[in-house]
T-cell receptor, first 113, second 112 residues
Framework: GNSVTQMEGPVTLSEEAFLTINCTYT??????LFWYVQYPGEGLQLLLK?????DKGSNKGFEATYRKETTSFHLEKGSVQVSDSAVYFC????????????FGTGTKLQVIP | DADVTQTPRNRITKTGKRIMLECSQT?????MYWYRQDPGLGLRLIYY???????NKGEISDGYSVSRQAQAKFSLSLESAIPNQTALYFC???????????FGPGTRLLVL
């Protein structure tokens, strides 16, 4: 079956620090990969995605590269802000038939001034 | 205005009570989903619906039922609530052939 493994949190960083949140996956077929973000008191929203190997998704200064050889999709940001404090979910979906999304367990990020 | 809304946002109930959580969307999407979120477990799919006449069980449907009253409305019911159903519940929508899901703000449910 499909699965997503994320690094456990919480992750606490100072403002302007470099962020990496690791994500690895196993999947049958060729998945599309996503990062969703959940701000306090809100639902999840799409942050970025990549649909094939070597694609790079980017948004709001965040980036992630689809690495098929290492089955990874690590999230990075060069300089985090307090407003980036949230829970980040890595997810995958395999096309064909019912497109069930498999989510990781989420990583909480806290950025302190 | 929010595209996916959920009511209520918070609910406290007692063991054995029947409750209903409601979801409405103005995105015009055919597909709707109910998830629950528990600490350390991520999101797990309860039920999903591809259209008004197509409803399917997800990975943790026991103890839950759903109703798709219209394209825009998808309700989740707990027939007899139990404490381990205490969780954060999310509704989501998507379009056929499109992979991105759009989430509501969530309903925080506490079963005493």
């Amino acid at each position: 079956g499909n699965s997503v493994t994320q690094m456990e949190g919480p992750v606490t960083l100072s403002e302007e620090a470099f962020l990496t949140i690791n994500c690895t996956y196993t999947a049958t077929g060729y998945p599309s990969l996503f990062w969703y973000v959940q701000y306090p008191g809100e639902g999840l929203q799409l942050l970025l995605k990549a649909t094939k190997a070597d694609d790079k998704g980017s948004n709001k200064g965040f980036e992630a590269t689809y690495r098929k050889e290492t089955t990874s999709f690590h999230l990075e940001k060069g300089s985090v802000q307090v407003s980036d404090s949230a829970v980040y979910f890595c997810a995958l979906i395999v096309s064909g038939g019912y497109q069930k999304v498999t989510f990781g367990t989420g990583t909480k990020l806290q950025v302190i001034p | 205005d929010a595209d996916v809304t959920q009511t209520p946002r918070n609910r406290i109930t007692k063991t054995g009570k029947r409750i209903m959580l409601e979801c409405s969307q103005t995105k015009g999407h055919d597909r709707m989903y109910w998830y629950r979120q528990d600490p350390g477990l991520g999101l797990r799919l309860i039920y999903y619906s591809f259209d008004v006449k197509d409803i399917n069980k997800g990975e943790i449907s026991d103890g839950y039922s759903v109703s798709r009253q219209a394209q825009a409305k998808f309700s989740l019911s707990l027939e007899s609530a139990i404490p381990n159903q205490t969780a954060l519940y999310f509704c989501a929508t998507s379009r056929p052939g499109k992979e991105t899901q759009y989430f509501g703000p969530g309903t925080r449910l506490l079963v005493l």
